[in-house]
């Protein structure tokens, strides 16, 4: 998770992977992407402030809208590959 807030905000290379792929799976629902907003805009809150902070935890909420829009266009076939 280091390696891919290090590249995303900051360009910093070193992250592979696909992030939705690892959530795919997964039985996420709203109420999920709410919650980890939560903690992650609180955790951001107690530990930077500044541009970069605001620019996290934009990022965060255009990622979380982005993936519970995907993971509902999904259609429960588990034999669906993401890549």
């Known amino acids: 998770m280091y390696a891919f807030w290090n590249a995303a905000l900051?360009?910093?290379a070193?992250?592979?992977g696909n992030p939705f792929a690892k959530h795919a799976p997964l039985a996420i629902e709203q109420k999920h992407f709410d919650r980890w907003l939560e903690l992650f805009n609180e955790t951001?809150?107690?530990?930077?402030k500044g541009a970069v902070a605001t620019d996290a935890k934009n990022?965060?909420?255009l990622m979380a809208n982005m993936f519970l829009i995907r993971l509902q266009k999904?259609?429960?076939s588990?034999?669906?590959i993401i890549v």
Do not use: L, N, P, S
């Not at 951001?44 to 930077?48: A, L, N, P, S």
């Open 59 to 61: 990022r965060a909420g």
């Open 78 to 80: 588990i034999d669906k």
């Open 44 to 48: 951001i809150d107690q530990h930077f």
């Open 14 to 16: 070193g992250f592979r």
């Open 74 to 76: 999904m259609t429960g």
């Open 10 to 12: 900051f360009g910093v």
